[in-house]
């Protein structure tokens, strides 16, 4: 991987709020996205996007906006957990 400034590694669409509290995002996203229609709402973004089919181009932009500040959320709490060494 080519090198990156210091801001890549940080998370860029988390508030301070949500940084200091990383699991109210996690359960935030569970509460919008129960795990059998996030399965559904996935495949169904990935078969729209192998398509020509028209999409629902809002809800997919919301979807993976949602899934960043996920991974963010649950990247803190892996460094918090077991430090920056082991991510």
């Known amino acids: ?3 990156l400034p210091d801001w890549h590694e940080k998370p860029l ?21 129960p795990l059998p229609e996030f399965r559904e709402h996935l ?3 990935l078969l729209m996007a192998c398509s020509d ?3 629902n181009a809002s809800f997919n932009i919301i979807l993976c906006e949602d899934i960043v ?5 649950c ?3 892996l460094k918090r957990r077991y430090g920056e060494q082991n991510i």
């Open 43 to 45: 495949r169904s973004l």
């Open 69 to 73: 500040r996920l991974v963010e959320a």
């Open 1 to 3: 991987m080519r090198n």
């Open 53 to 55: 089919q028209d999409c």
């Open 13 to 33: 669409e988390l508030t301070v709020e949500e940084i200091a509290d990383p699991m109210s995002v996690v359960s935030d996203f569970f509460h919008s996205y």
């Open 75 to 77: 990247g803190i709490i």
